[in-house]
């Protein structure tokens, strides 16, 4: 994945992000009227979320909405894409990515279209699982990068080619892979640290490493996590005690609060 703005073809399509950006999705209804949309969870199990889901817009008509694309890509968060194949072909494929299998017995919406995710899906994929993935798809590239690169205003340019391997099509459901589950998960503990960096103004870099220590310490529940996360704005110089003994996560951590308090660190 290449963070260098590249000037490739020209994008296609929009896969618009309309969650991040619902203003943007009322300007392509106003100002793009005459571009082609297509509201992405239309006719999926997910229909009744039509309107507030992700917008397919067809760029080819629009050269100036390309042009803001680029321009302010903040404004349009989403998705642009190169593709030979035809409109209901490509609609199909993305709407397959749409829901995944998570192990045996867990489903799950795959929001790929939101630049955060794709900085970490994509990155989780190796030349085969990419080439299924993308499919129709020959170019994709988006503005972004993770809540990491976020935190420290290093977003930029992403894009990915097709690497065109003979590959069986995307099922339906299709499952993930260890590795790139494990990107989402990182995706989610990476935000995580970036709103609690925001909230409390604590350096990022500070933050990610005390979310891990709070990992490794065992405190795996969220609101367990959390506490910890406080616990160790409150006594930032404190050392973990790694033989906490207790049967539950909270109540480990509840002794080792008993401990910082009473200066036992």
Same mark, same amino acid.
């Given at each position: 994945?290449?963070?260098?703005?590249?000037?490739?073809?020209?994008?296609?399509?929009?896969?618009?992000?309309?969650?991040? *950006?619902?203003?943007?999705?009322?300007?392509?209804?106003?100002?793009?009227?005459?571009?082609?949309?297509?509201?992405?969870?239309?006719?999926?199990?997910? $229909?009744?979320?039509?309107?507030?889901?992700?917008?397919?817009?067809?760029?080819?008509?629009?050269? *100036?909405?390309?042009?803001?694309?680029?321009?302010?890509?903040?404004?349009?968060?989403?998705?642009?894409?190169? &593709?030979?194949?035809?409109?209901?072909?490509?609609?199909?494929?993305?709407?397959?990515?749409?829901?995944?299998?998570?192990?045996? $017995?867990?489903?799950?919406?795959?929001?790929?279209?939101?630049?955060?995710?794709?900085?970490?899906?994509?990155?989780?994929?190796?030349?085969?699982?990419?080439?299924?993935?993308?499919?129709?798809?020959?170019?994709?590239?988006?503005?972004?990068?993770?809540? #990491?690169?976020?935190?420290?205003? &290093?977003?930029?340019?992403?894009?990915?080619?097709?690497?065109?391997?003979?590959?069986? #099509?995307?099922?339906?459901?299709?499952?993930?892979?260890?590795?790139?589950? &494990?990107?989402?998960?990182?995706?989610?503990?990476?935000?995580?640290?970036?709103?609690?960096?925001?909230?409390?103004?604590?350096?990022?870099?500070?933050?990610?490493?005390?979310?891990?220590?709070?990992?490794?310490?065992?405190?795996?529940?969220?609101?367990?996590?959390?506490?910890?996360?406080?616990?160790?704005?409150?006594?930032?110089? #404190?050392?973990?005690?790694?033989?906490?003994?207790?049967?539950?996560?909270?109540?480990?951590?509840?002794?080792?609060?008993?401990?910082?308090?009473?200066?036992?660190?």
């Amino acid at each position: 994945m290449s963070a260098a703005v590249l000037p490739g073809s020209t994008p296609q399509w929009l896969l618009l992000d309309v969650p991040s *950006a619902p203003a943007a999705a009322r300007l392509v209804h106003g100002q793009f009227a005459k571009a082609r949309c297509f509201a992405l969870f239309e006719g999926t199990e997910l $229909h009744g979320l039509r309107e507030h889901g992700p917008l397919l817009v067809d760029l080819r008509q629009s050269p *100036a909405l390309v042009s803001l694309c680029h321009l302010d890509p903040r404004s349009w968060p989403g998705l642009l894409l190169v &593709s030979s194949s035809p409109a209901e072909q490509l609609l199909a494929h993305l709407r397959r990515m749409l829901t995944v299998t998570l192990g045996l $017995h867990h489903k799950a919406l795959l929001s790929y279209y939101n630049p955060h995710i794709a900085s970490y899906f994509f990155d989780g994929c190796d030349p085969r699982e990419l080439s299924c993935w993308l499919g129709p798809i020959s170019l994709l590239r988006w503005f972004g990068g993770t809540w #990491a690169d976020r935190a420290i205003g &290093s977003q930029g340019w992403q894009q990915l080619s097709n690497p065109g391997l003979p590959v069986a #099509a995307l099922e339906t459901e299709h499952s993930l892979s260890d590795r790139q589950q &494990s990107q989402l998960q990182r995706c989610l503990l990476e935000r995580h640290a970036w709103q609690w960096s925001r909230a409390t103004g604590r350096d990022y870099r500070r933050l990610w490493e005390d979310l891990q220590q709070g990992l490794t310490l065992g405190f795996t529940e969220r609101t367990v996590l959390d506490d910890w996360l406080w616990l160790r704005l409150q006594y930032p110089e #404190a050392r973990p005690v790694p033989d906490l003994v207790g049967g539950s996560q909270r109540e480990r951590l509840d002794q080792l609060r008993r401990r910082w308090q009473d200066g036992q660190d």
